[in-house]
């Protein structure tokens, strides 16, 4: 089955612990993303890349890392999370630049 | 500011009604995609239509786009109470980068049996 994998799905850490959220597709996609889903902010991109070690900020870059070492994985790292990182997370992906987006179910994180 | 902006933010009514949702932006487009969600959940694609194009249909979901107007609209039909979810319009720019899929705030549908 054609899907997009996040995890962990849930997760509370405190101020200040590194964290990474892992992202996996099967569907050889070059493109993927990280959004990050506030309250009446929709969805705000963190981070994108268009293939393997090709990796570019979105519009709210700041705090997160990521990398593409394989074209399947996409990880979030938040080396130093802050109580302001608490959001629902996204992952997607998708083939070509114009095409439709693949997302996963998401990934709630709450920092204390 | 965000480029789509959906309206209204929140919307009910009653099983069997039909629901419309509108979508603006504000600069050139390439696409512009509907998204579904459910609460808590991943958001799934319903439908794309291009610029180039006025009017797309999938079983009880219309899509409108007005260029001119800079603006689009979901239609759906005989709704149902699994249609409640928040919907999302996003628009991916003419002048291209990965990055360039820009999502609204949503309207948050519900549907009551």
């Known amino acids: 089955e054609a899907q997009v994998t996040q995890n962990p799905r849930y997760l509370i850490t405190v101020t200040g612990k590194k964290l990474t959220v892992t992202c996996s597709q099967n569907m050889n996609h070059e493109y993927m993303s990280w959004y990050r889903q506030d309250p009446g902010l929709g969805l705000r991109q963190i981070y994108y890349?268009?293939?393997?070690?090709?990796?570019d900020k979105g519009d709210v870059p700041e705090g997160y890392k990521v990398s593409r070492k394989e074209k399947r994985n996409f990880p979030l790292i938040l080396e130093s999370p802050s109580p302001n990182q608490t959001s629902l997370y996204f992952c997607?992906?998708?083939?070509?630049?114009?095409?439709?987006?693949?997302f996963g179910p998401g990934t709630r994180l709450t920092v204390l | 500011s965000q480029q789509g902006e959906e309206d209204p933010q929140a919307l009910s009514i009653q099983e069997g009604e039909n629901a419309t949702m509108n979508c603006s932006y504000k600069?050139?487009?390439?696409?512009l995609q509907w998204y579904r969600q459910n609460s808590g959940r991943g958001l799934v694609h319903l439908i794309l239509i291009r610029s180039n194009e006025r009017e797309k249909h999938s079983g009880r979901l219309r899509v409108t786009l007005d260029t001119s107007k800079k603006s689009s609209s979901l239609l759906i039909t005989a709704s149902r109470a699994a249609d409640t979810a928040s919907y999302f319009c996003?628009?991916?720019?003419?002048?291209?980068?990965?990055?360039?899929?820009?999502f609204g705030s949503g309207t948050q549908l519900t549907v009551l049996p």
């Open positions: 890349s268009m293939n393997v070690e090709v990796t």
């Open positions: 600069t050139s487009i390439n696409n």
């Open positions: 997607a992906s998708k083939q070509g630049l114009t095409d439709t987006q693949y």
């Open positions: 996003a628009t991916l720019l003419s002048s291209g980068s990965a990055r360039q899929l820009t």
